[in-house]
């Protein structure tokens, strides 16, 4: 708005209509309700201001000033009753007035009187008119309950019960407007132009209009319903269930997971969690999983917290490791116990292929060189591990151990 | 054809519930029936189908055939949902007390949990609602003021999927749709229980504080 050009031809040409509008406006309402305007009181020059600025118009040499087409439709909107929420669809009575005032229409023509037969004609504008705005008055007041989801009454039944009114009225205007018989208004309209634009094209045009505002609104009211009668029925259902479990706290279902027929509900599949690696051996893609190592975080040094949260050890899984973890002791302490028999240095994966031992060579290993370290200060004096590694890569200078050597020392054990 | 629903399969095979909150493009690849029926298809050697609550609002994984160590786990896995039903029950009757709300929370209502706090915290009969809540096995927490108390309900939620949080440096939440699953569960249980409920309940606090 701001960028509004205040002295701009148009917004000057349109301040002045408005206002020729304003000053003629108990003519103008007068004109709506079909008292042809006094021209001579009116006087030349305010004719002329009324007709350039398309209010009024003349519609043939003889007759006299009328409303133009949207001047009269602004009168409609700006006199439209919006508080009216009782529709009075009352459509019998408008297609019989409009029968009587064709009619007259006929009478006056067939007499030769012009005057009149316009006269009546601005009547059944009107009627026409009217009928409209009642229509259009009546769904835009359901678009406004509609939107604010009958924000007007608090209670969800209350909503159902506002709903329902909203539906019969709905069904009211849609009965009452089958009332309107097109081939009728045809018949009635025969070749008299004015007749055929206000009847035919005018009227069929909004009739048609409203029926899909009608349908648009009778939908949406379904939906609505549904909705509230959802949610009352949610509302219902939680207070009731939760009252109904602290009356009886010890309250067990039947277990549905063995019927013939598990519904949907309960048959929810465990989750599966893939996991995936990159193919190391793909060499196509190392530029990609070089590009990747660039772009991985710094390790946070959370690696404590980590190991804090870890799963347990499932209980059942205890025993067998333990005893899987003695055996391993025992047979490392025979290889010790070996040593010291025969006297001599031992290779630990001598003894373990020879012993025929299914160890996996690297626990076997690990397991050796703990046990040595857990041997008392006495004990360790006794035996002497050598370590035999190698270099884990020609630029890496992480030693890996392969194997080791256990030596007795000439002392033995003291 | 598959590869461009990756993520969702992800999802799905995970264990997530999908709706239009929770994964909303994904929600809307599978209102396609045809990429429905290919799900089933490609998920048929992993015995798993797509399955949904009655109004399809939220989309799981289900078994195809079950055997028994299959029925097992969803005894189990039912006990385990009904332990978390009547703290979730009264969950729900406590957000709806303290928002003044008319309806049960459904899908899609926005929570900030700083403004329930604000509202719990002045309310005698809403805090010790909240006091009970936290001491259930579902959502237990050790905090003793109204805040702590309600941010561990929060977490719960949404690690159980029951919320979404937009962003995660901000406090507002949004309901998603498994909150359908558990009425739908809910209102199932009653139906085959034959559990009656009284249209005309006693009036809630609220009610009578009115």
């Known amino acids: 708005m701001s960028t509004l050009d205040y002295h701009s031809e148009a917004v000057k040409k349109g301040v002045e209509r408005l206002k020729i509008l304003g000053r003629h406006g108990e003519l103008l309402m007068q004109s709506y309700y079909g008292v042809a305007p006094d021209e001579a009181q009116l006087g030349a020059r305010a004719i002329n201001q009324l007709m350039d600025a398309n209010i009024l118009e003349r519609l043939g040499e003889a007759s006299g000033l009328t409303l133009s087409d949207p001047v009269r439709q602004m009168i409609v909107h700006l006199i439209a009753d919006e508080q009216r929420r009782k529709v009075n669809a009352d459509i019998g009575d408008f297609l019989l007035n409009i029968r009587k005032l064709v009619t007259k229409i006929y009478d006056a023509e067939g007499k030769g009187n012009y005057q009149g037969s316009a006269y009546w004609q601005a009547q059944l504008g009107q009627e026409v008119d009217d009928l409209n705005s009642r229509i259009a008055t009546g769904i835009k007041s359901l678009w406004n309950r509609l939107n604010t989801d009958f924000a007007f009454v608090s209670s969800v039944q209350e909503k159902i019960e506002e709903n329902e009114k909203a539906h019969n009225e709905v069904l009211r205007w849609l009965d009452g407007l089958k009332l309107i018989d097109f081939k009728e208004l045809i018949k009635f309209a025969g070749s008299n132009g004015g007749l055929r634009h206000i009847l035919v094209r005018q009227l069929q045009d909004q009739v048609s209009g409203h029926f899909g505002s009608l349908r648009e609104v009778q939908s949406r009211l379904n939906e609505l319903m549904a909705r509230f009668r959802q949610q009352q029925a949610r509302n219902l259902l939680v207070r009731g269930m939760l009252q109904f479990f602290q009356d009886k706290p010890n309250f067990q279902p039947s277990d549905y997971s063995q019927r013939s027929h598990v519904p949907d509900l309960l048959n929810q599949a465990a989750p599966l969690y893939p996991s995936v690696a990159i193919a190391l051996d793909r060499q196509h893609d190392s530029q990609e999983m070089q590009q990747l190592l660039a772009r991985l975080p710094a390790r946070p040094e959370r690696e404590a917290e980590a190991l804090s949260v870890a799963q347990p050890v499932l209980a059942q899984d205890d025993a067998t490791i333990l005893a899987k973890r003695r055996a391993l002791h025992e047979d490392v302490v025979s290889f010790y116990l070996s040593v010291l028999d025969q006297q001599r240095n031992q290779y630990a994966l001598d003894y373990l292929h020879a012993s025929e031992l299914d160890w996996d060579p690297e626990i076997w290993i690990y397991q050796v060189i703990a046990d040595y370290q857990g041997l008392s200060e006495a004990e360790q004096g006794a035996f002497h591990l050598h370590y035999k590694e190698v270099e884990a890569g020609p630029f890496n200078d992480v030693r890996l151990i392969k194997d080791v050597e256990l030596q007795l020392l000439s002392e033995g054990l003291s | ?210």
């Not at chain 2, 709706?19 to 209102?31: G, I, M, N, Y």
């Not at chain 2, 899908?107 to 002045?122: P, V």
């Open chain 2, 1 to 210: 054809m598959m590869m461009q629903h990756g993520y969702l399969l992800e999802q799905l095979l995970n264990g997530a519930f999908v709706c239009e909150v929770s994964h909303s493009e994904a929600f809307r690849q599978l209102q396609n029936e045809q990429t429905r029926e290919d799900f089933d298809q490609y998920l048929r050697p992993l015995n798993r189908r797509l399955a949904s609550n009655p109004e399809g609002s939220v989309w799981f994984l289900a078994w195809r055939e079950l055997s028994p160590p299959l029925r097992e786990q969803l005894s189990q896995q039912f006990k385990d949902t009904l332990d978390s039903l009547v703290p979730m029950l009264k969950l729900l009757q406590l957000a709806q007390e303290t928002l003044g709300h008319e309806n049960v929370l459904t899908a899609n209502d926005i929570l900030n949990r700083h403004d329930m706090a604000a509202r719990i915290e002045n309310n005698p009969s809403l805090r010790e609602q909240l006091q009970a809540l936290v001491q259930t096995r579902f959502f237990q927490s050790q905090s003793d003021d109204v805040g702590g108390q309600l941010k561990q309900v929060f977490d719960r939620l949404r690690s159980h999927g029951y919320l979404h949080q937009p962003h995660k440096d901000r406090h507002h939440y949004i309901v998603t749709g498994k909150i359908d699953y558990l009425i739908d569960l809910t209102r199932f249980i009653r139906e085959e229980e034959n559990i009656y409920i009284d249209d005309e309940l006693p009036p809630s606090q609220e009610d009578l504080l009115e």
